[in-house]
């Protein structure tokens, strides 16, 4: 009777680490892990800036690279000079009008872009955000300056999402760190952006409706893994004395690997398990010890 006894105390030991790691794998969530793809921005990544209904210009402006209007044609192309674009205009041909319907790939793949991080009502400014989807149900603001953190990996994709629109304050800024590239930072605002005065800004902005640049706002200035595009899928692109430069170099497609914690109910449903196996080692221990004894 005591050697049973003693196997059942011994045969304990398994059954309440089992009950134990059950419990804390119920308890704390787990960490999933997601991809999210770069929006595919096809021959839309050949332009710099892009329109559909106007592109107005006042004051010295300088667009570095490719400029794109569809269905308008040349004559809502405007105040260029005193602006100027250096490489080609392509205005309601076959080239801008294919550029503008990848323009509409390109808005669709950021819109659906999961999973992603609720920032409704939350200002950009001062914030410092590492790879990822951000999702903004109505409009969204940045007063201040806004990091992005590409965590050592220039593959590193930001999407944000934003329900209304996207304005910024004067002299608002965008900065990307740590091999952040302005290749896979894409604005998906469902309707117009507002850049205000003297902001500096970084990443492709795609906008439902129109952009609007005030005096002096850049995109893609500093160099480097510095760029951008103003991008006006439906409306108008205005501007007044303005600097917007492409990303260097050709920017591939690629994805980024971001943790996001779940509900716990994959733990949860383990636990089960665990005692269970604790269980069947307690049965089995005891059946063992009693055809040896």
Not at 40 to 50: D, I, P, Y
Not at 195 to 218: E, H, R
Request: proline share 4%; net charge positive; with cysteine.
């Amino acid at each position: 009777m005591s050697a049973q006894f003693g196997v059942l105390k011994a045969s304990r030991r398994p059954f309440l680490l089992a009950c134990v790691l059950g419990i804390a794998l119920g308890a704390f969530p787990s960490i999933a892990v997601a991809s999210v793809a770069q929006p595919r921005l096809l021959s839309a990544g050949n332009f710099t800036v892009m329109a559909a209904s106007a592109i107005t210009n006042t004051g010295s402006t300088t667009i570095t690279g490719n400029l794109a209007i569809s269905p308008k044609k040349a004559s809502s192309v405007t105040g260029f000079p005193p602006g100027v674009v250096t490489g080609a205009k392509d205005e309601d041909n076959a080239v801008a009008i294919r550029a503008q319907t990848d323009l509409v790939t390109t808005y669709n793949d950021a819109a659906k872009a999961t999973p992603f991080k609720n920032m409704s009502g939350v200002n950009l400014g001062g914030k410092t955000l590492t790879p990822g989807v951000y999702h903004f149900s109505s409009s969204a603001q940045l007063t201040g300056t806004l990091i992005l953190n590409g965590e050592g990996r220039t593959s590193s994709v930001f999407i944000f999402q934003i329900g209304s629109a996207l304005t910024t304050a004067s002299r608002a800024r965008v900065v990307l760190i740590n091999r952040a590239s302005s290749c896979n930072v894409f604005w998906q605002v469902t309707s117009s952006a507002t850049l205000g005065t003297a902001t500096s800004f970084q990443g492709n902005l795609i906008a439902l409706t129109s952009i609007t640049m005030t005096t002096g706002a850049t995109i893609g200035v500093g160099g480097g893994v510095n760029g951008g595009r103003a991008l006006a899928r439906n409306g108008a692109l205005t501007l007044d004395t303005n600097i917007i430069r492409p990303p260097t170099g050709v920017c591939t497609t690629s994805s980024t690997t971001i943790s996001t914690p779940s509900t716990g109910a994959a733990p949860v449903a383990l636990a089960p398990w665990l005692l269970g196996s604790g269980a069947f080692l307690v049965v089995a221990l005891t059946f063992r010890r009693r055809r040896w004894s």
